[in-house]
């Protein structure tokens, strides 16, 4: 069984950082990125990381947010830095492509004053 484990969220001022895990289970994906979603926007993959550790980033993200992987403990991470308020958004980590009954619960990122 498939299972992805997301944490790490939380509330932040703007300007400031957070770092977010998922686990993962049960397989091992060849990409694996992270994907956010706030109220009436679509949901939008972020960034991800091959197997390998080649990485790619929407425009938004780059310069601010670094995605990494350690297959050995299953894990993914995001490293968000300079966090703005348009960052504010539940993020989830799935395989790229993403694979619907693959969703964890997610985590909340508030970046707010």
């Known amino acids: 069984q498939v299972q992805l484990v997301e944490s790490g969220g939380g509330l932040v001022q703007p300007g400031g950082s957070l770092r977010l895990s998922c686990a993962f289970s049960g397989t091992v994906f060849s990409t694996m990125g992270w994907y956010r979603q706030s109220p009436g926007r679509e949901r939008e993959l972020v960034a991800h990381?091959?197997?390998?550790?080649?990485?790619e980033y929407v425009e938004s993200v780059k310069g601010r947010f670094t995605i990494s992987r350690d297959n050995v403990k299953r894990t993914v991470y995001l490293q968000m830095n300079s966090l703005k308020p348009e960052d504010t958004a539940a993020y989830y980590c799935?395989?790229?492509?993403?694979?619907?009954?693959?969703w964890g619960q997610g985590t909340q990122v508030t970046v707010s004053s």
């Open positions: 990381v091959t197997f390998g550790g080649g990485t």
């Open positions: 799935n395989s790229v492509p993403l694979v619907p009954g693959y």
